[in-house]
Every structure is written in structure tokens, then in C-alpha cells.
Nanobody, 120 residues
């Protein structure tokens, strides 16, 4: 069974930094695109950034120049380095990965979510 486990959320002051991690585990054959989404109270879940297996990245306009997504394929892990955080970045951040398991169909998997709060 495949699962994604996130870590690294918390409370930070405006202008501060946080680094999120998400590790995939289980009977994995191939991991394709990995990404981070977020959902603020009363809003829809939105894409923050994603990265293909080959390392091509994509960012929401609101985080360009402040956030950096990366991945370690040997560890099946994706990271999100968040700098110059703003109060509007406050949300629950979810890891997403498109995975082909060894004995099942390829599909998207989600982490449990980690809270990021930017406040003074």
C-alpha cells in the first residue's frame, strides 16, 4: 500500500521560512509528477508547485520567486522550501504524487496535510 507522509509545517512570522517534506513509501514502481497544493479556510484547494520525474518545475504565480520545489528520487521525497512567507500563505499544505504501484493502477495519492500558519 502506498502512502505519503508530510512533515515540516508550523507557525512562522511574516518574512520567515519553512521547509516541507513529503516521503512516499510502499509498493512503488514509478513516481511521476509530485507536487504541493494548499487549501485556506473557505477557499478551494490550489496548486502551489509541482515537479516532474525529470525535474521540470511549475509554480503558481503567487509563490514564484519565493518558493522552491525539489525532489530526491532515491528517497521518493519531494520538498517545498518556502521563503519570504506572507500571511496569505497560511493554509493546510497537501502533498500529491502520481504513482504507479507495483500491483495496482497508476493514480494520484495525497498526504494527510500539514498546517502552515504565517502570523506575527
Amino acid at each position: 500500500q502506498v502512502q505519503l507522509v508530510e512533515s515540516g509545517g508550523g507557525l512562522v512570522q511574516p518574512g520567515g521560512s519553512l521547509r516541507l517534506s513529503c516521503a512516499a513509501s510502499g509498493n512503488i514502481f514509478v513516481i511521476n509528477t509530485m507536487g504541493w497544493y494548499r487549501q485556506a479556510p473557505g477557499k478551494q484547494r490550489e496548486l502551489v508547485a509541482d515537479i516532474t520525474g525529470g525535474g521540470t518545475t511549475n509554480y503558481a504565480d503567487s509563490v514564484k520567486g519565493r518558493f522552491t520545489i525539489s525532489r530526491d528520487n532515491a528517497k521518493n521525497t519531494v520538498y517545498l522550501q518556502m521563503n519570504s512567507l506572507k500571511p496569505e500563505d497560511t493554509a493546510v499544505y497537501y502533498c500529491n504524487a502520481n504513482i504507479l504501484p507495483i500491483y495496482s493502477r497508476q493514480r494520484d495519492y495525497w498526504g494527510q496535510g500539514t498546517q502552515v500558519t504565517v502570523s506575527s
